[in-house]
């Protein structure tokens, strides 16, 4: 139950009044509608830092470029 507590599902506006930390994410998973999801960590560390999550963001753009682009086209 503690572990579900911790999770945090919303956009990263929500994330400063959700009261998670922004520096204890240990991983992001992103779902996907067909029951498939990725799940990202951090290489070095056991949690991300600024610079991991920076590239996280840029991951998950470009992969809402691809779908987007997949869908309209």
Not at 46 to 72: C, D, K, T, V
């Given at each position: 139950?503690?572990e579900r507590d911790r999770e945090w599902?919303?956009?990263?506006?929500?994330?400063?009044?959700?009261?998670?930390?922004?520096?204890?994410?240990?991983?992001?998973?992103?779902?996907?509608?067909?029951?498939?999801?990725?799940?990202?960590?951090?290489?070095?560390?056991?949690?991300?830092?600024?610079?991991?999550?920076?590239?996280?963001?840029?991951?998950?753009?470009?992969?809402?470029?691809?779908?987007?682009?997949?869908?309209?086209?």
């Amino acid at each position: 139950m503690e572990e579900r507590d911790r999770e945090w599902d919303g956009t990263p506006l929500d994330l400063a009044t959700s009261g998670i930390d922004p520096y204890e994410i240990e991983e992001i998973v992103i779902e996907f509608g067909d029951d498939e999801e990725e799940i990202l960590r951090p290489r070095v560390r056991n949690q991300f830092y600024s610079y991991e999550l920076e590239q996280a963001a840029h991951y998950i753009e470009a992969l809402l470029g691809h779908i987007s682009a997949r869908q309209n086209g």
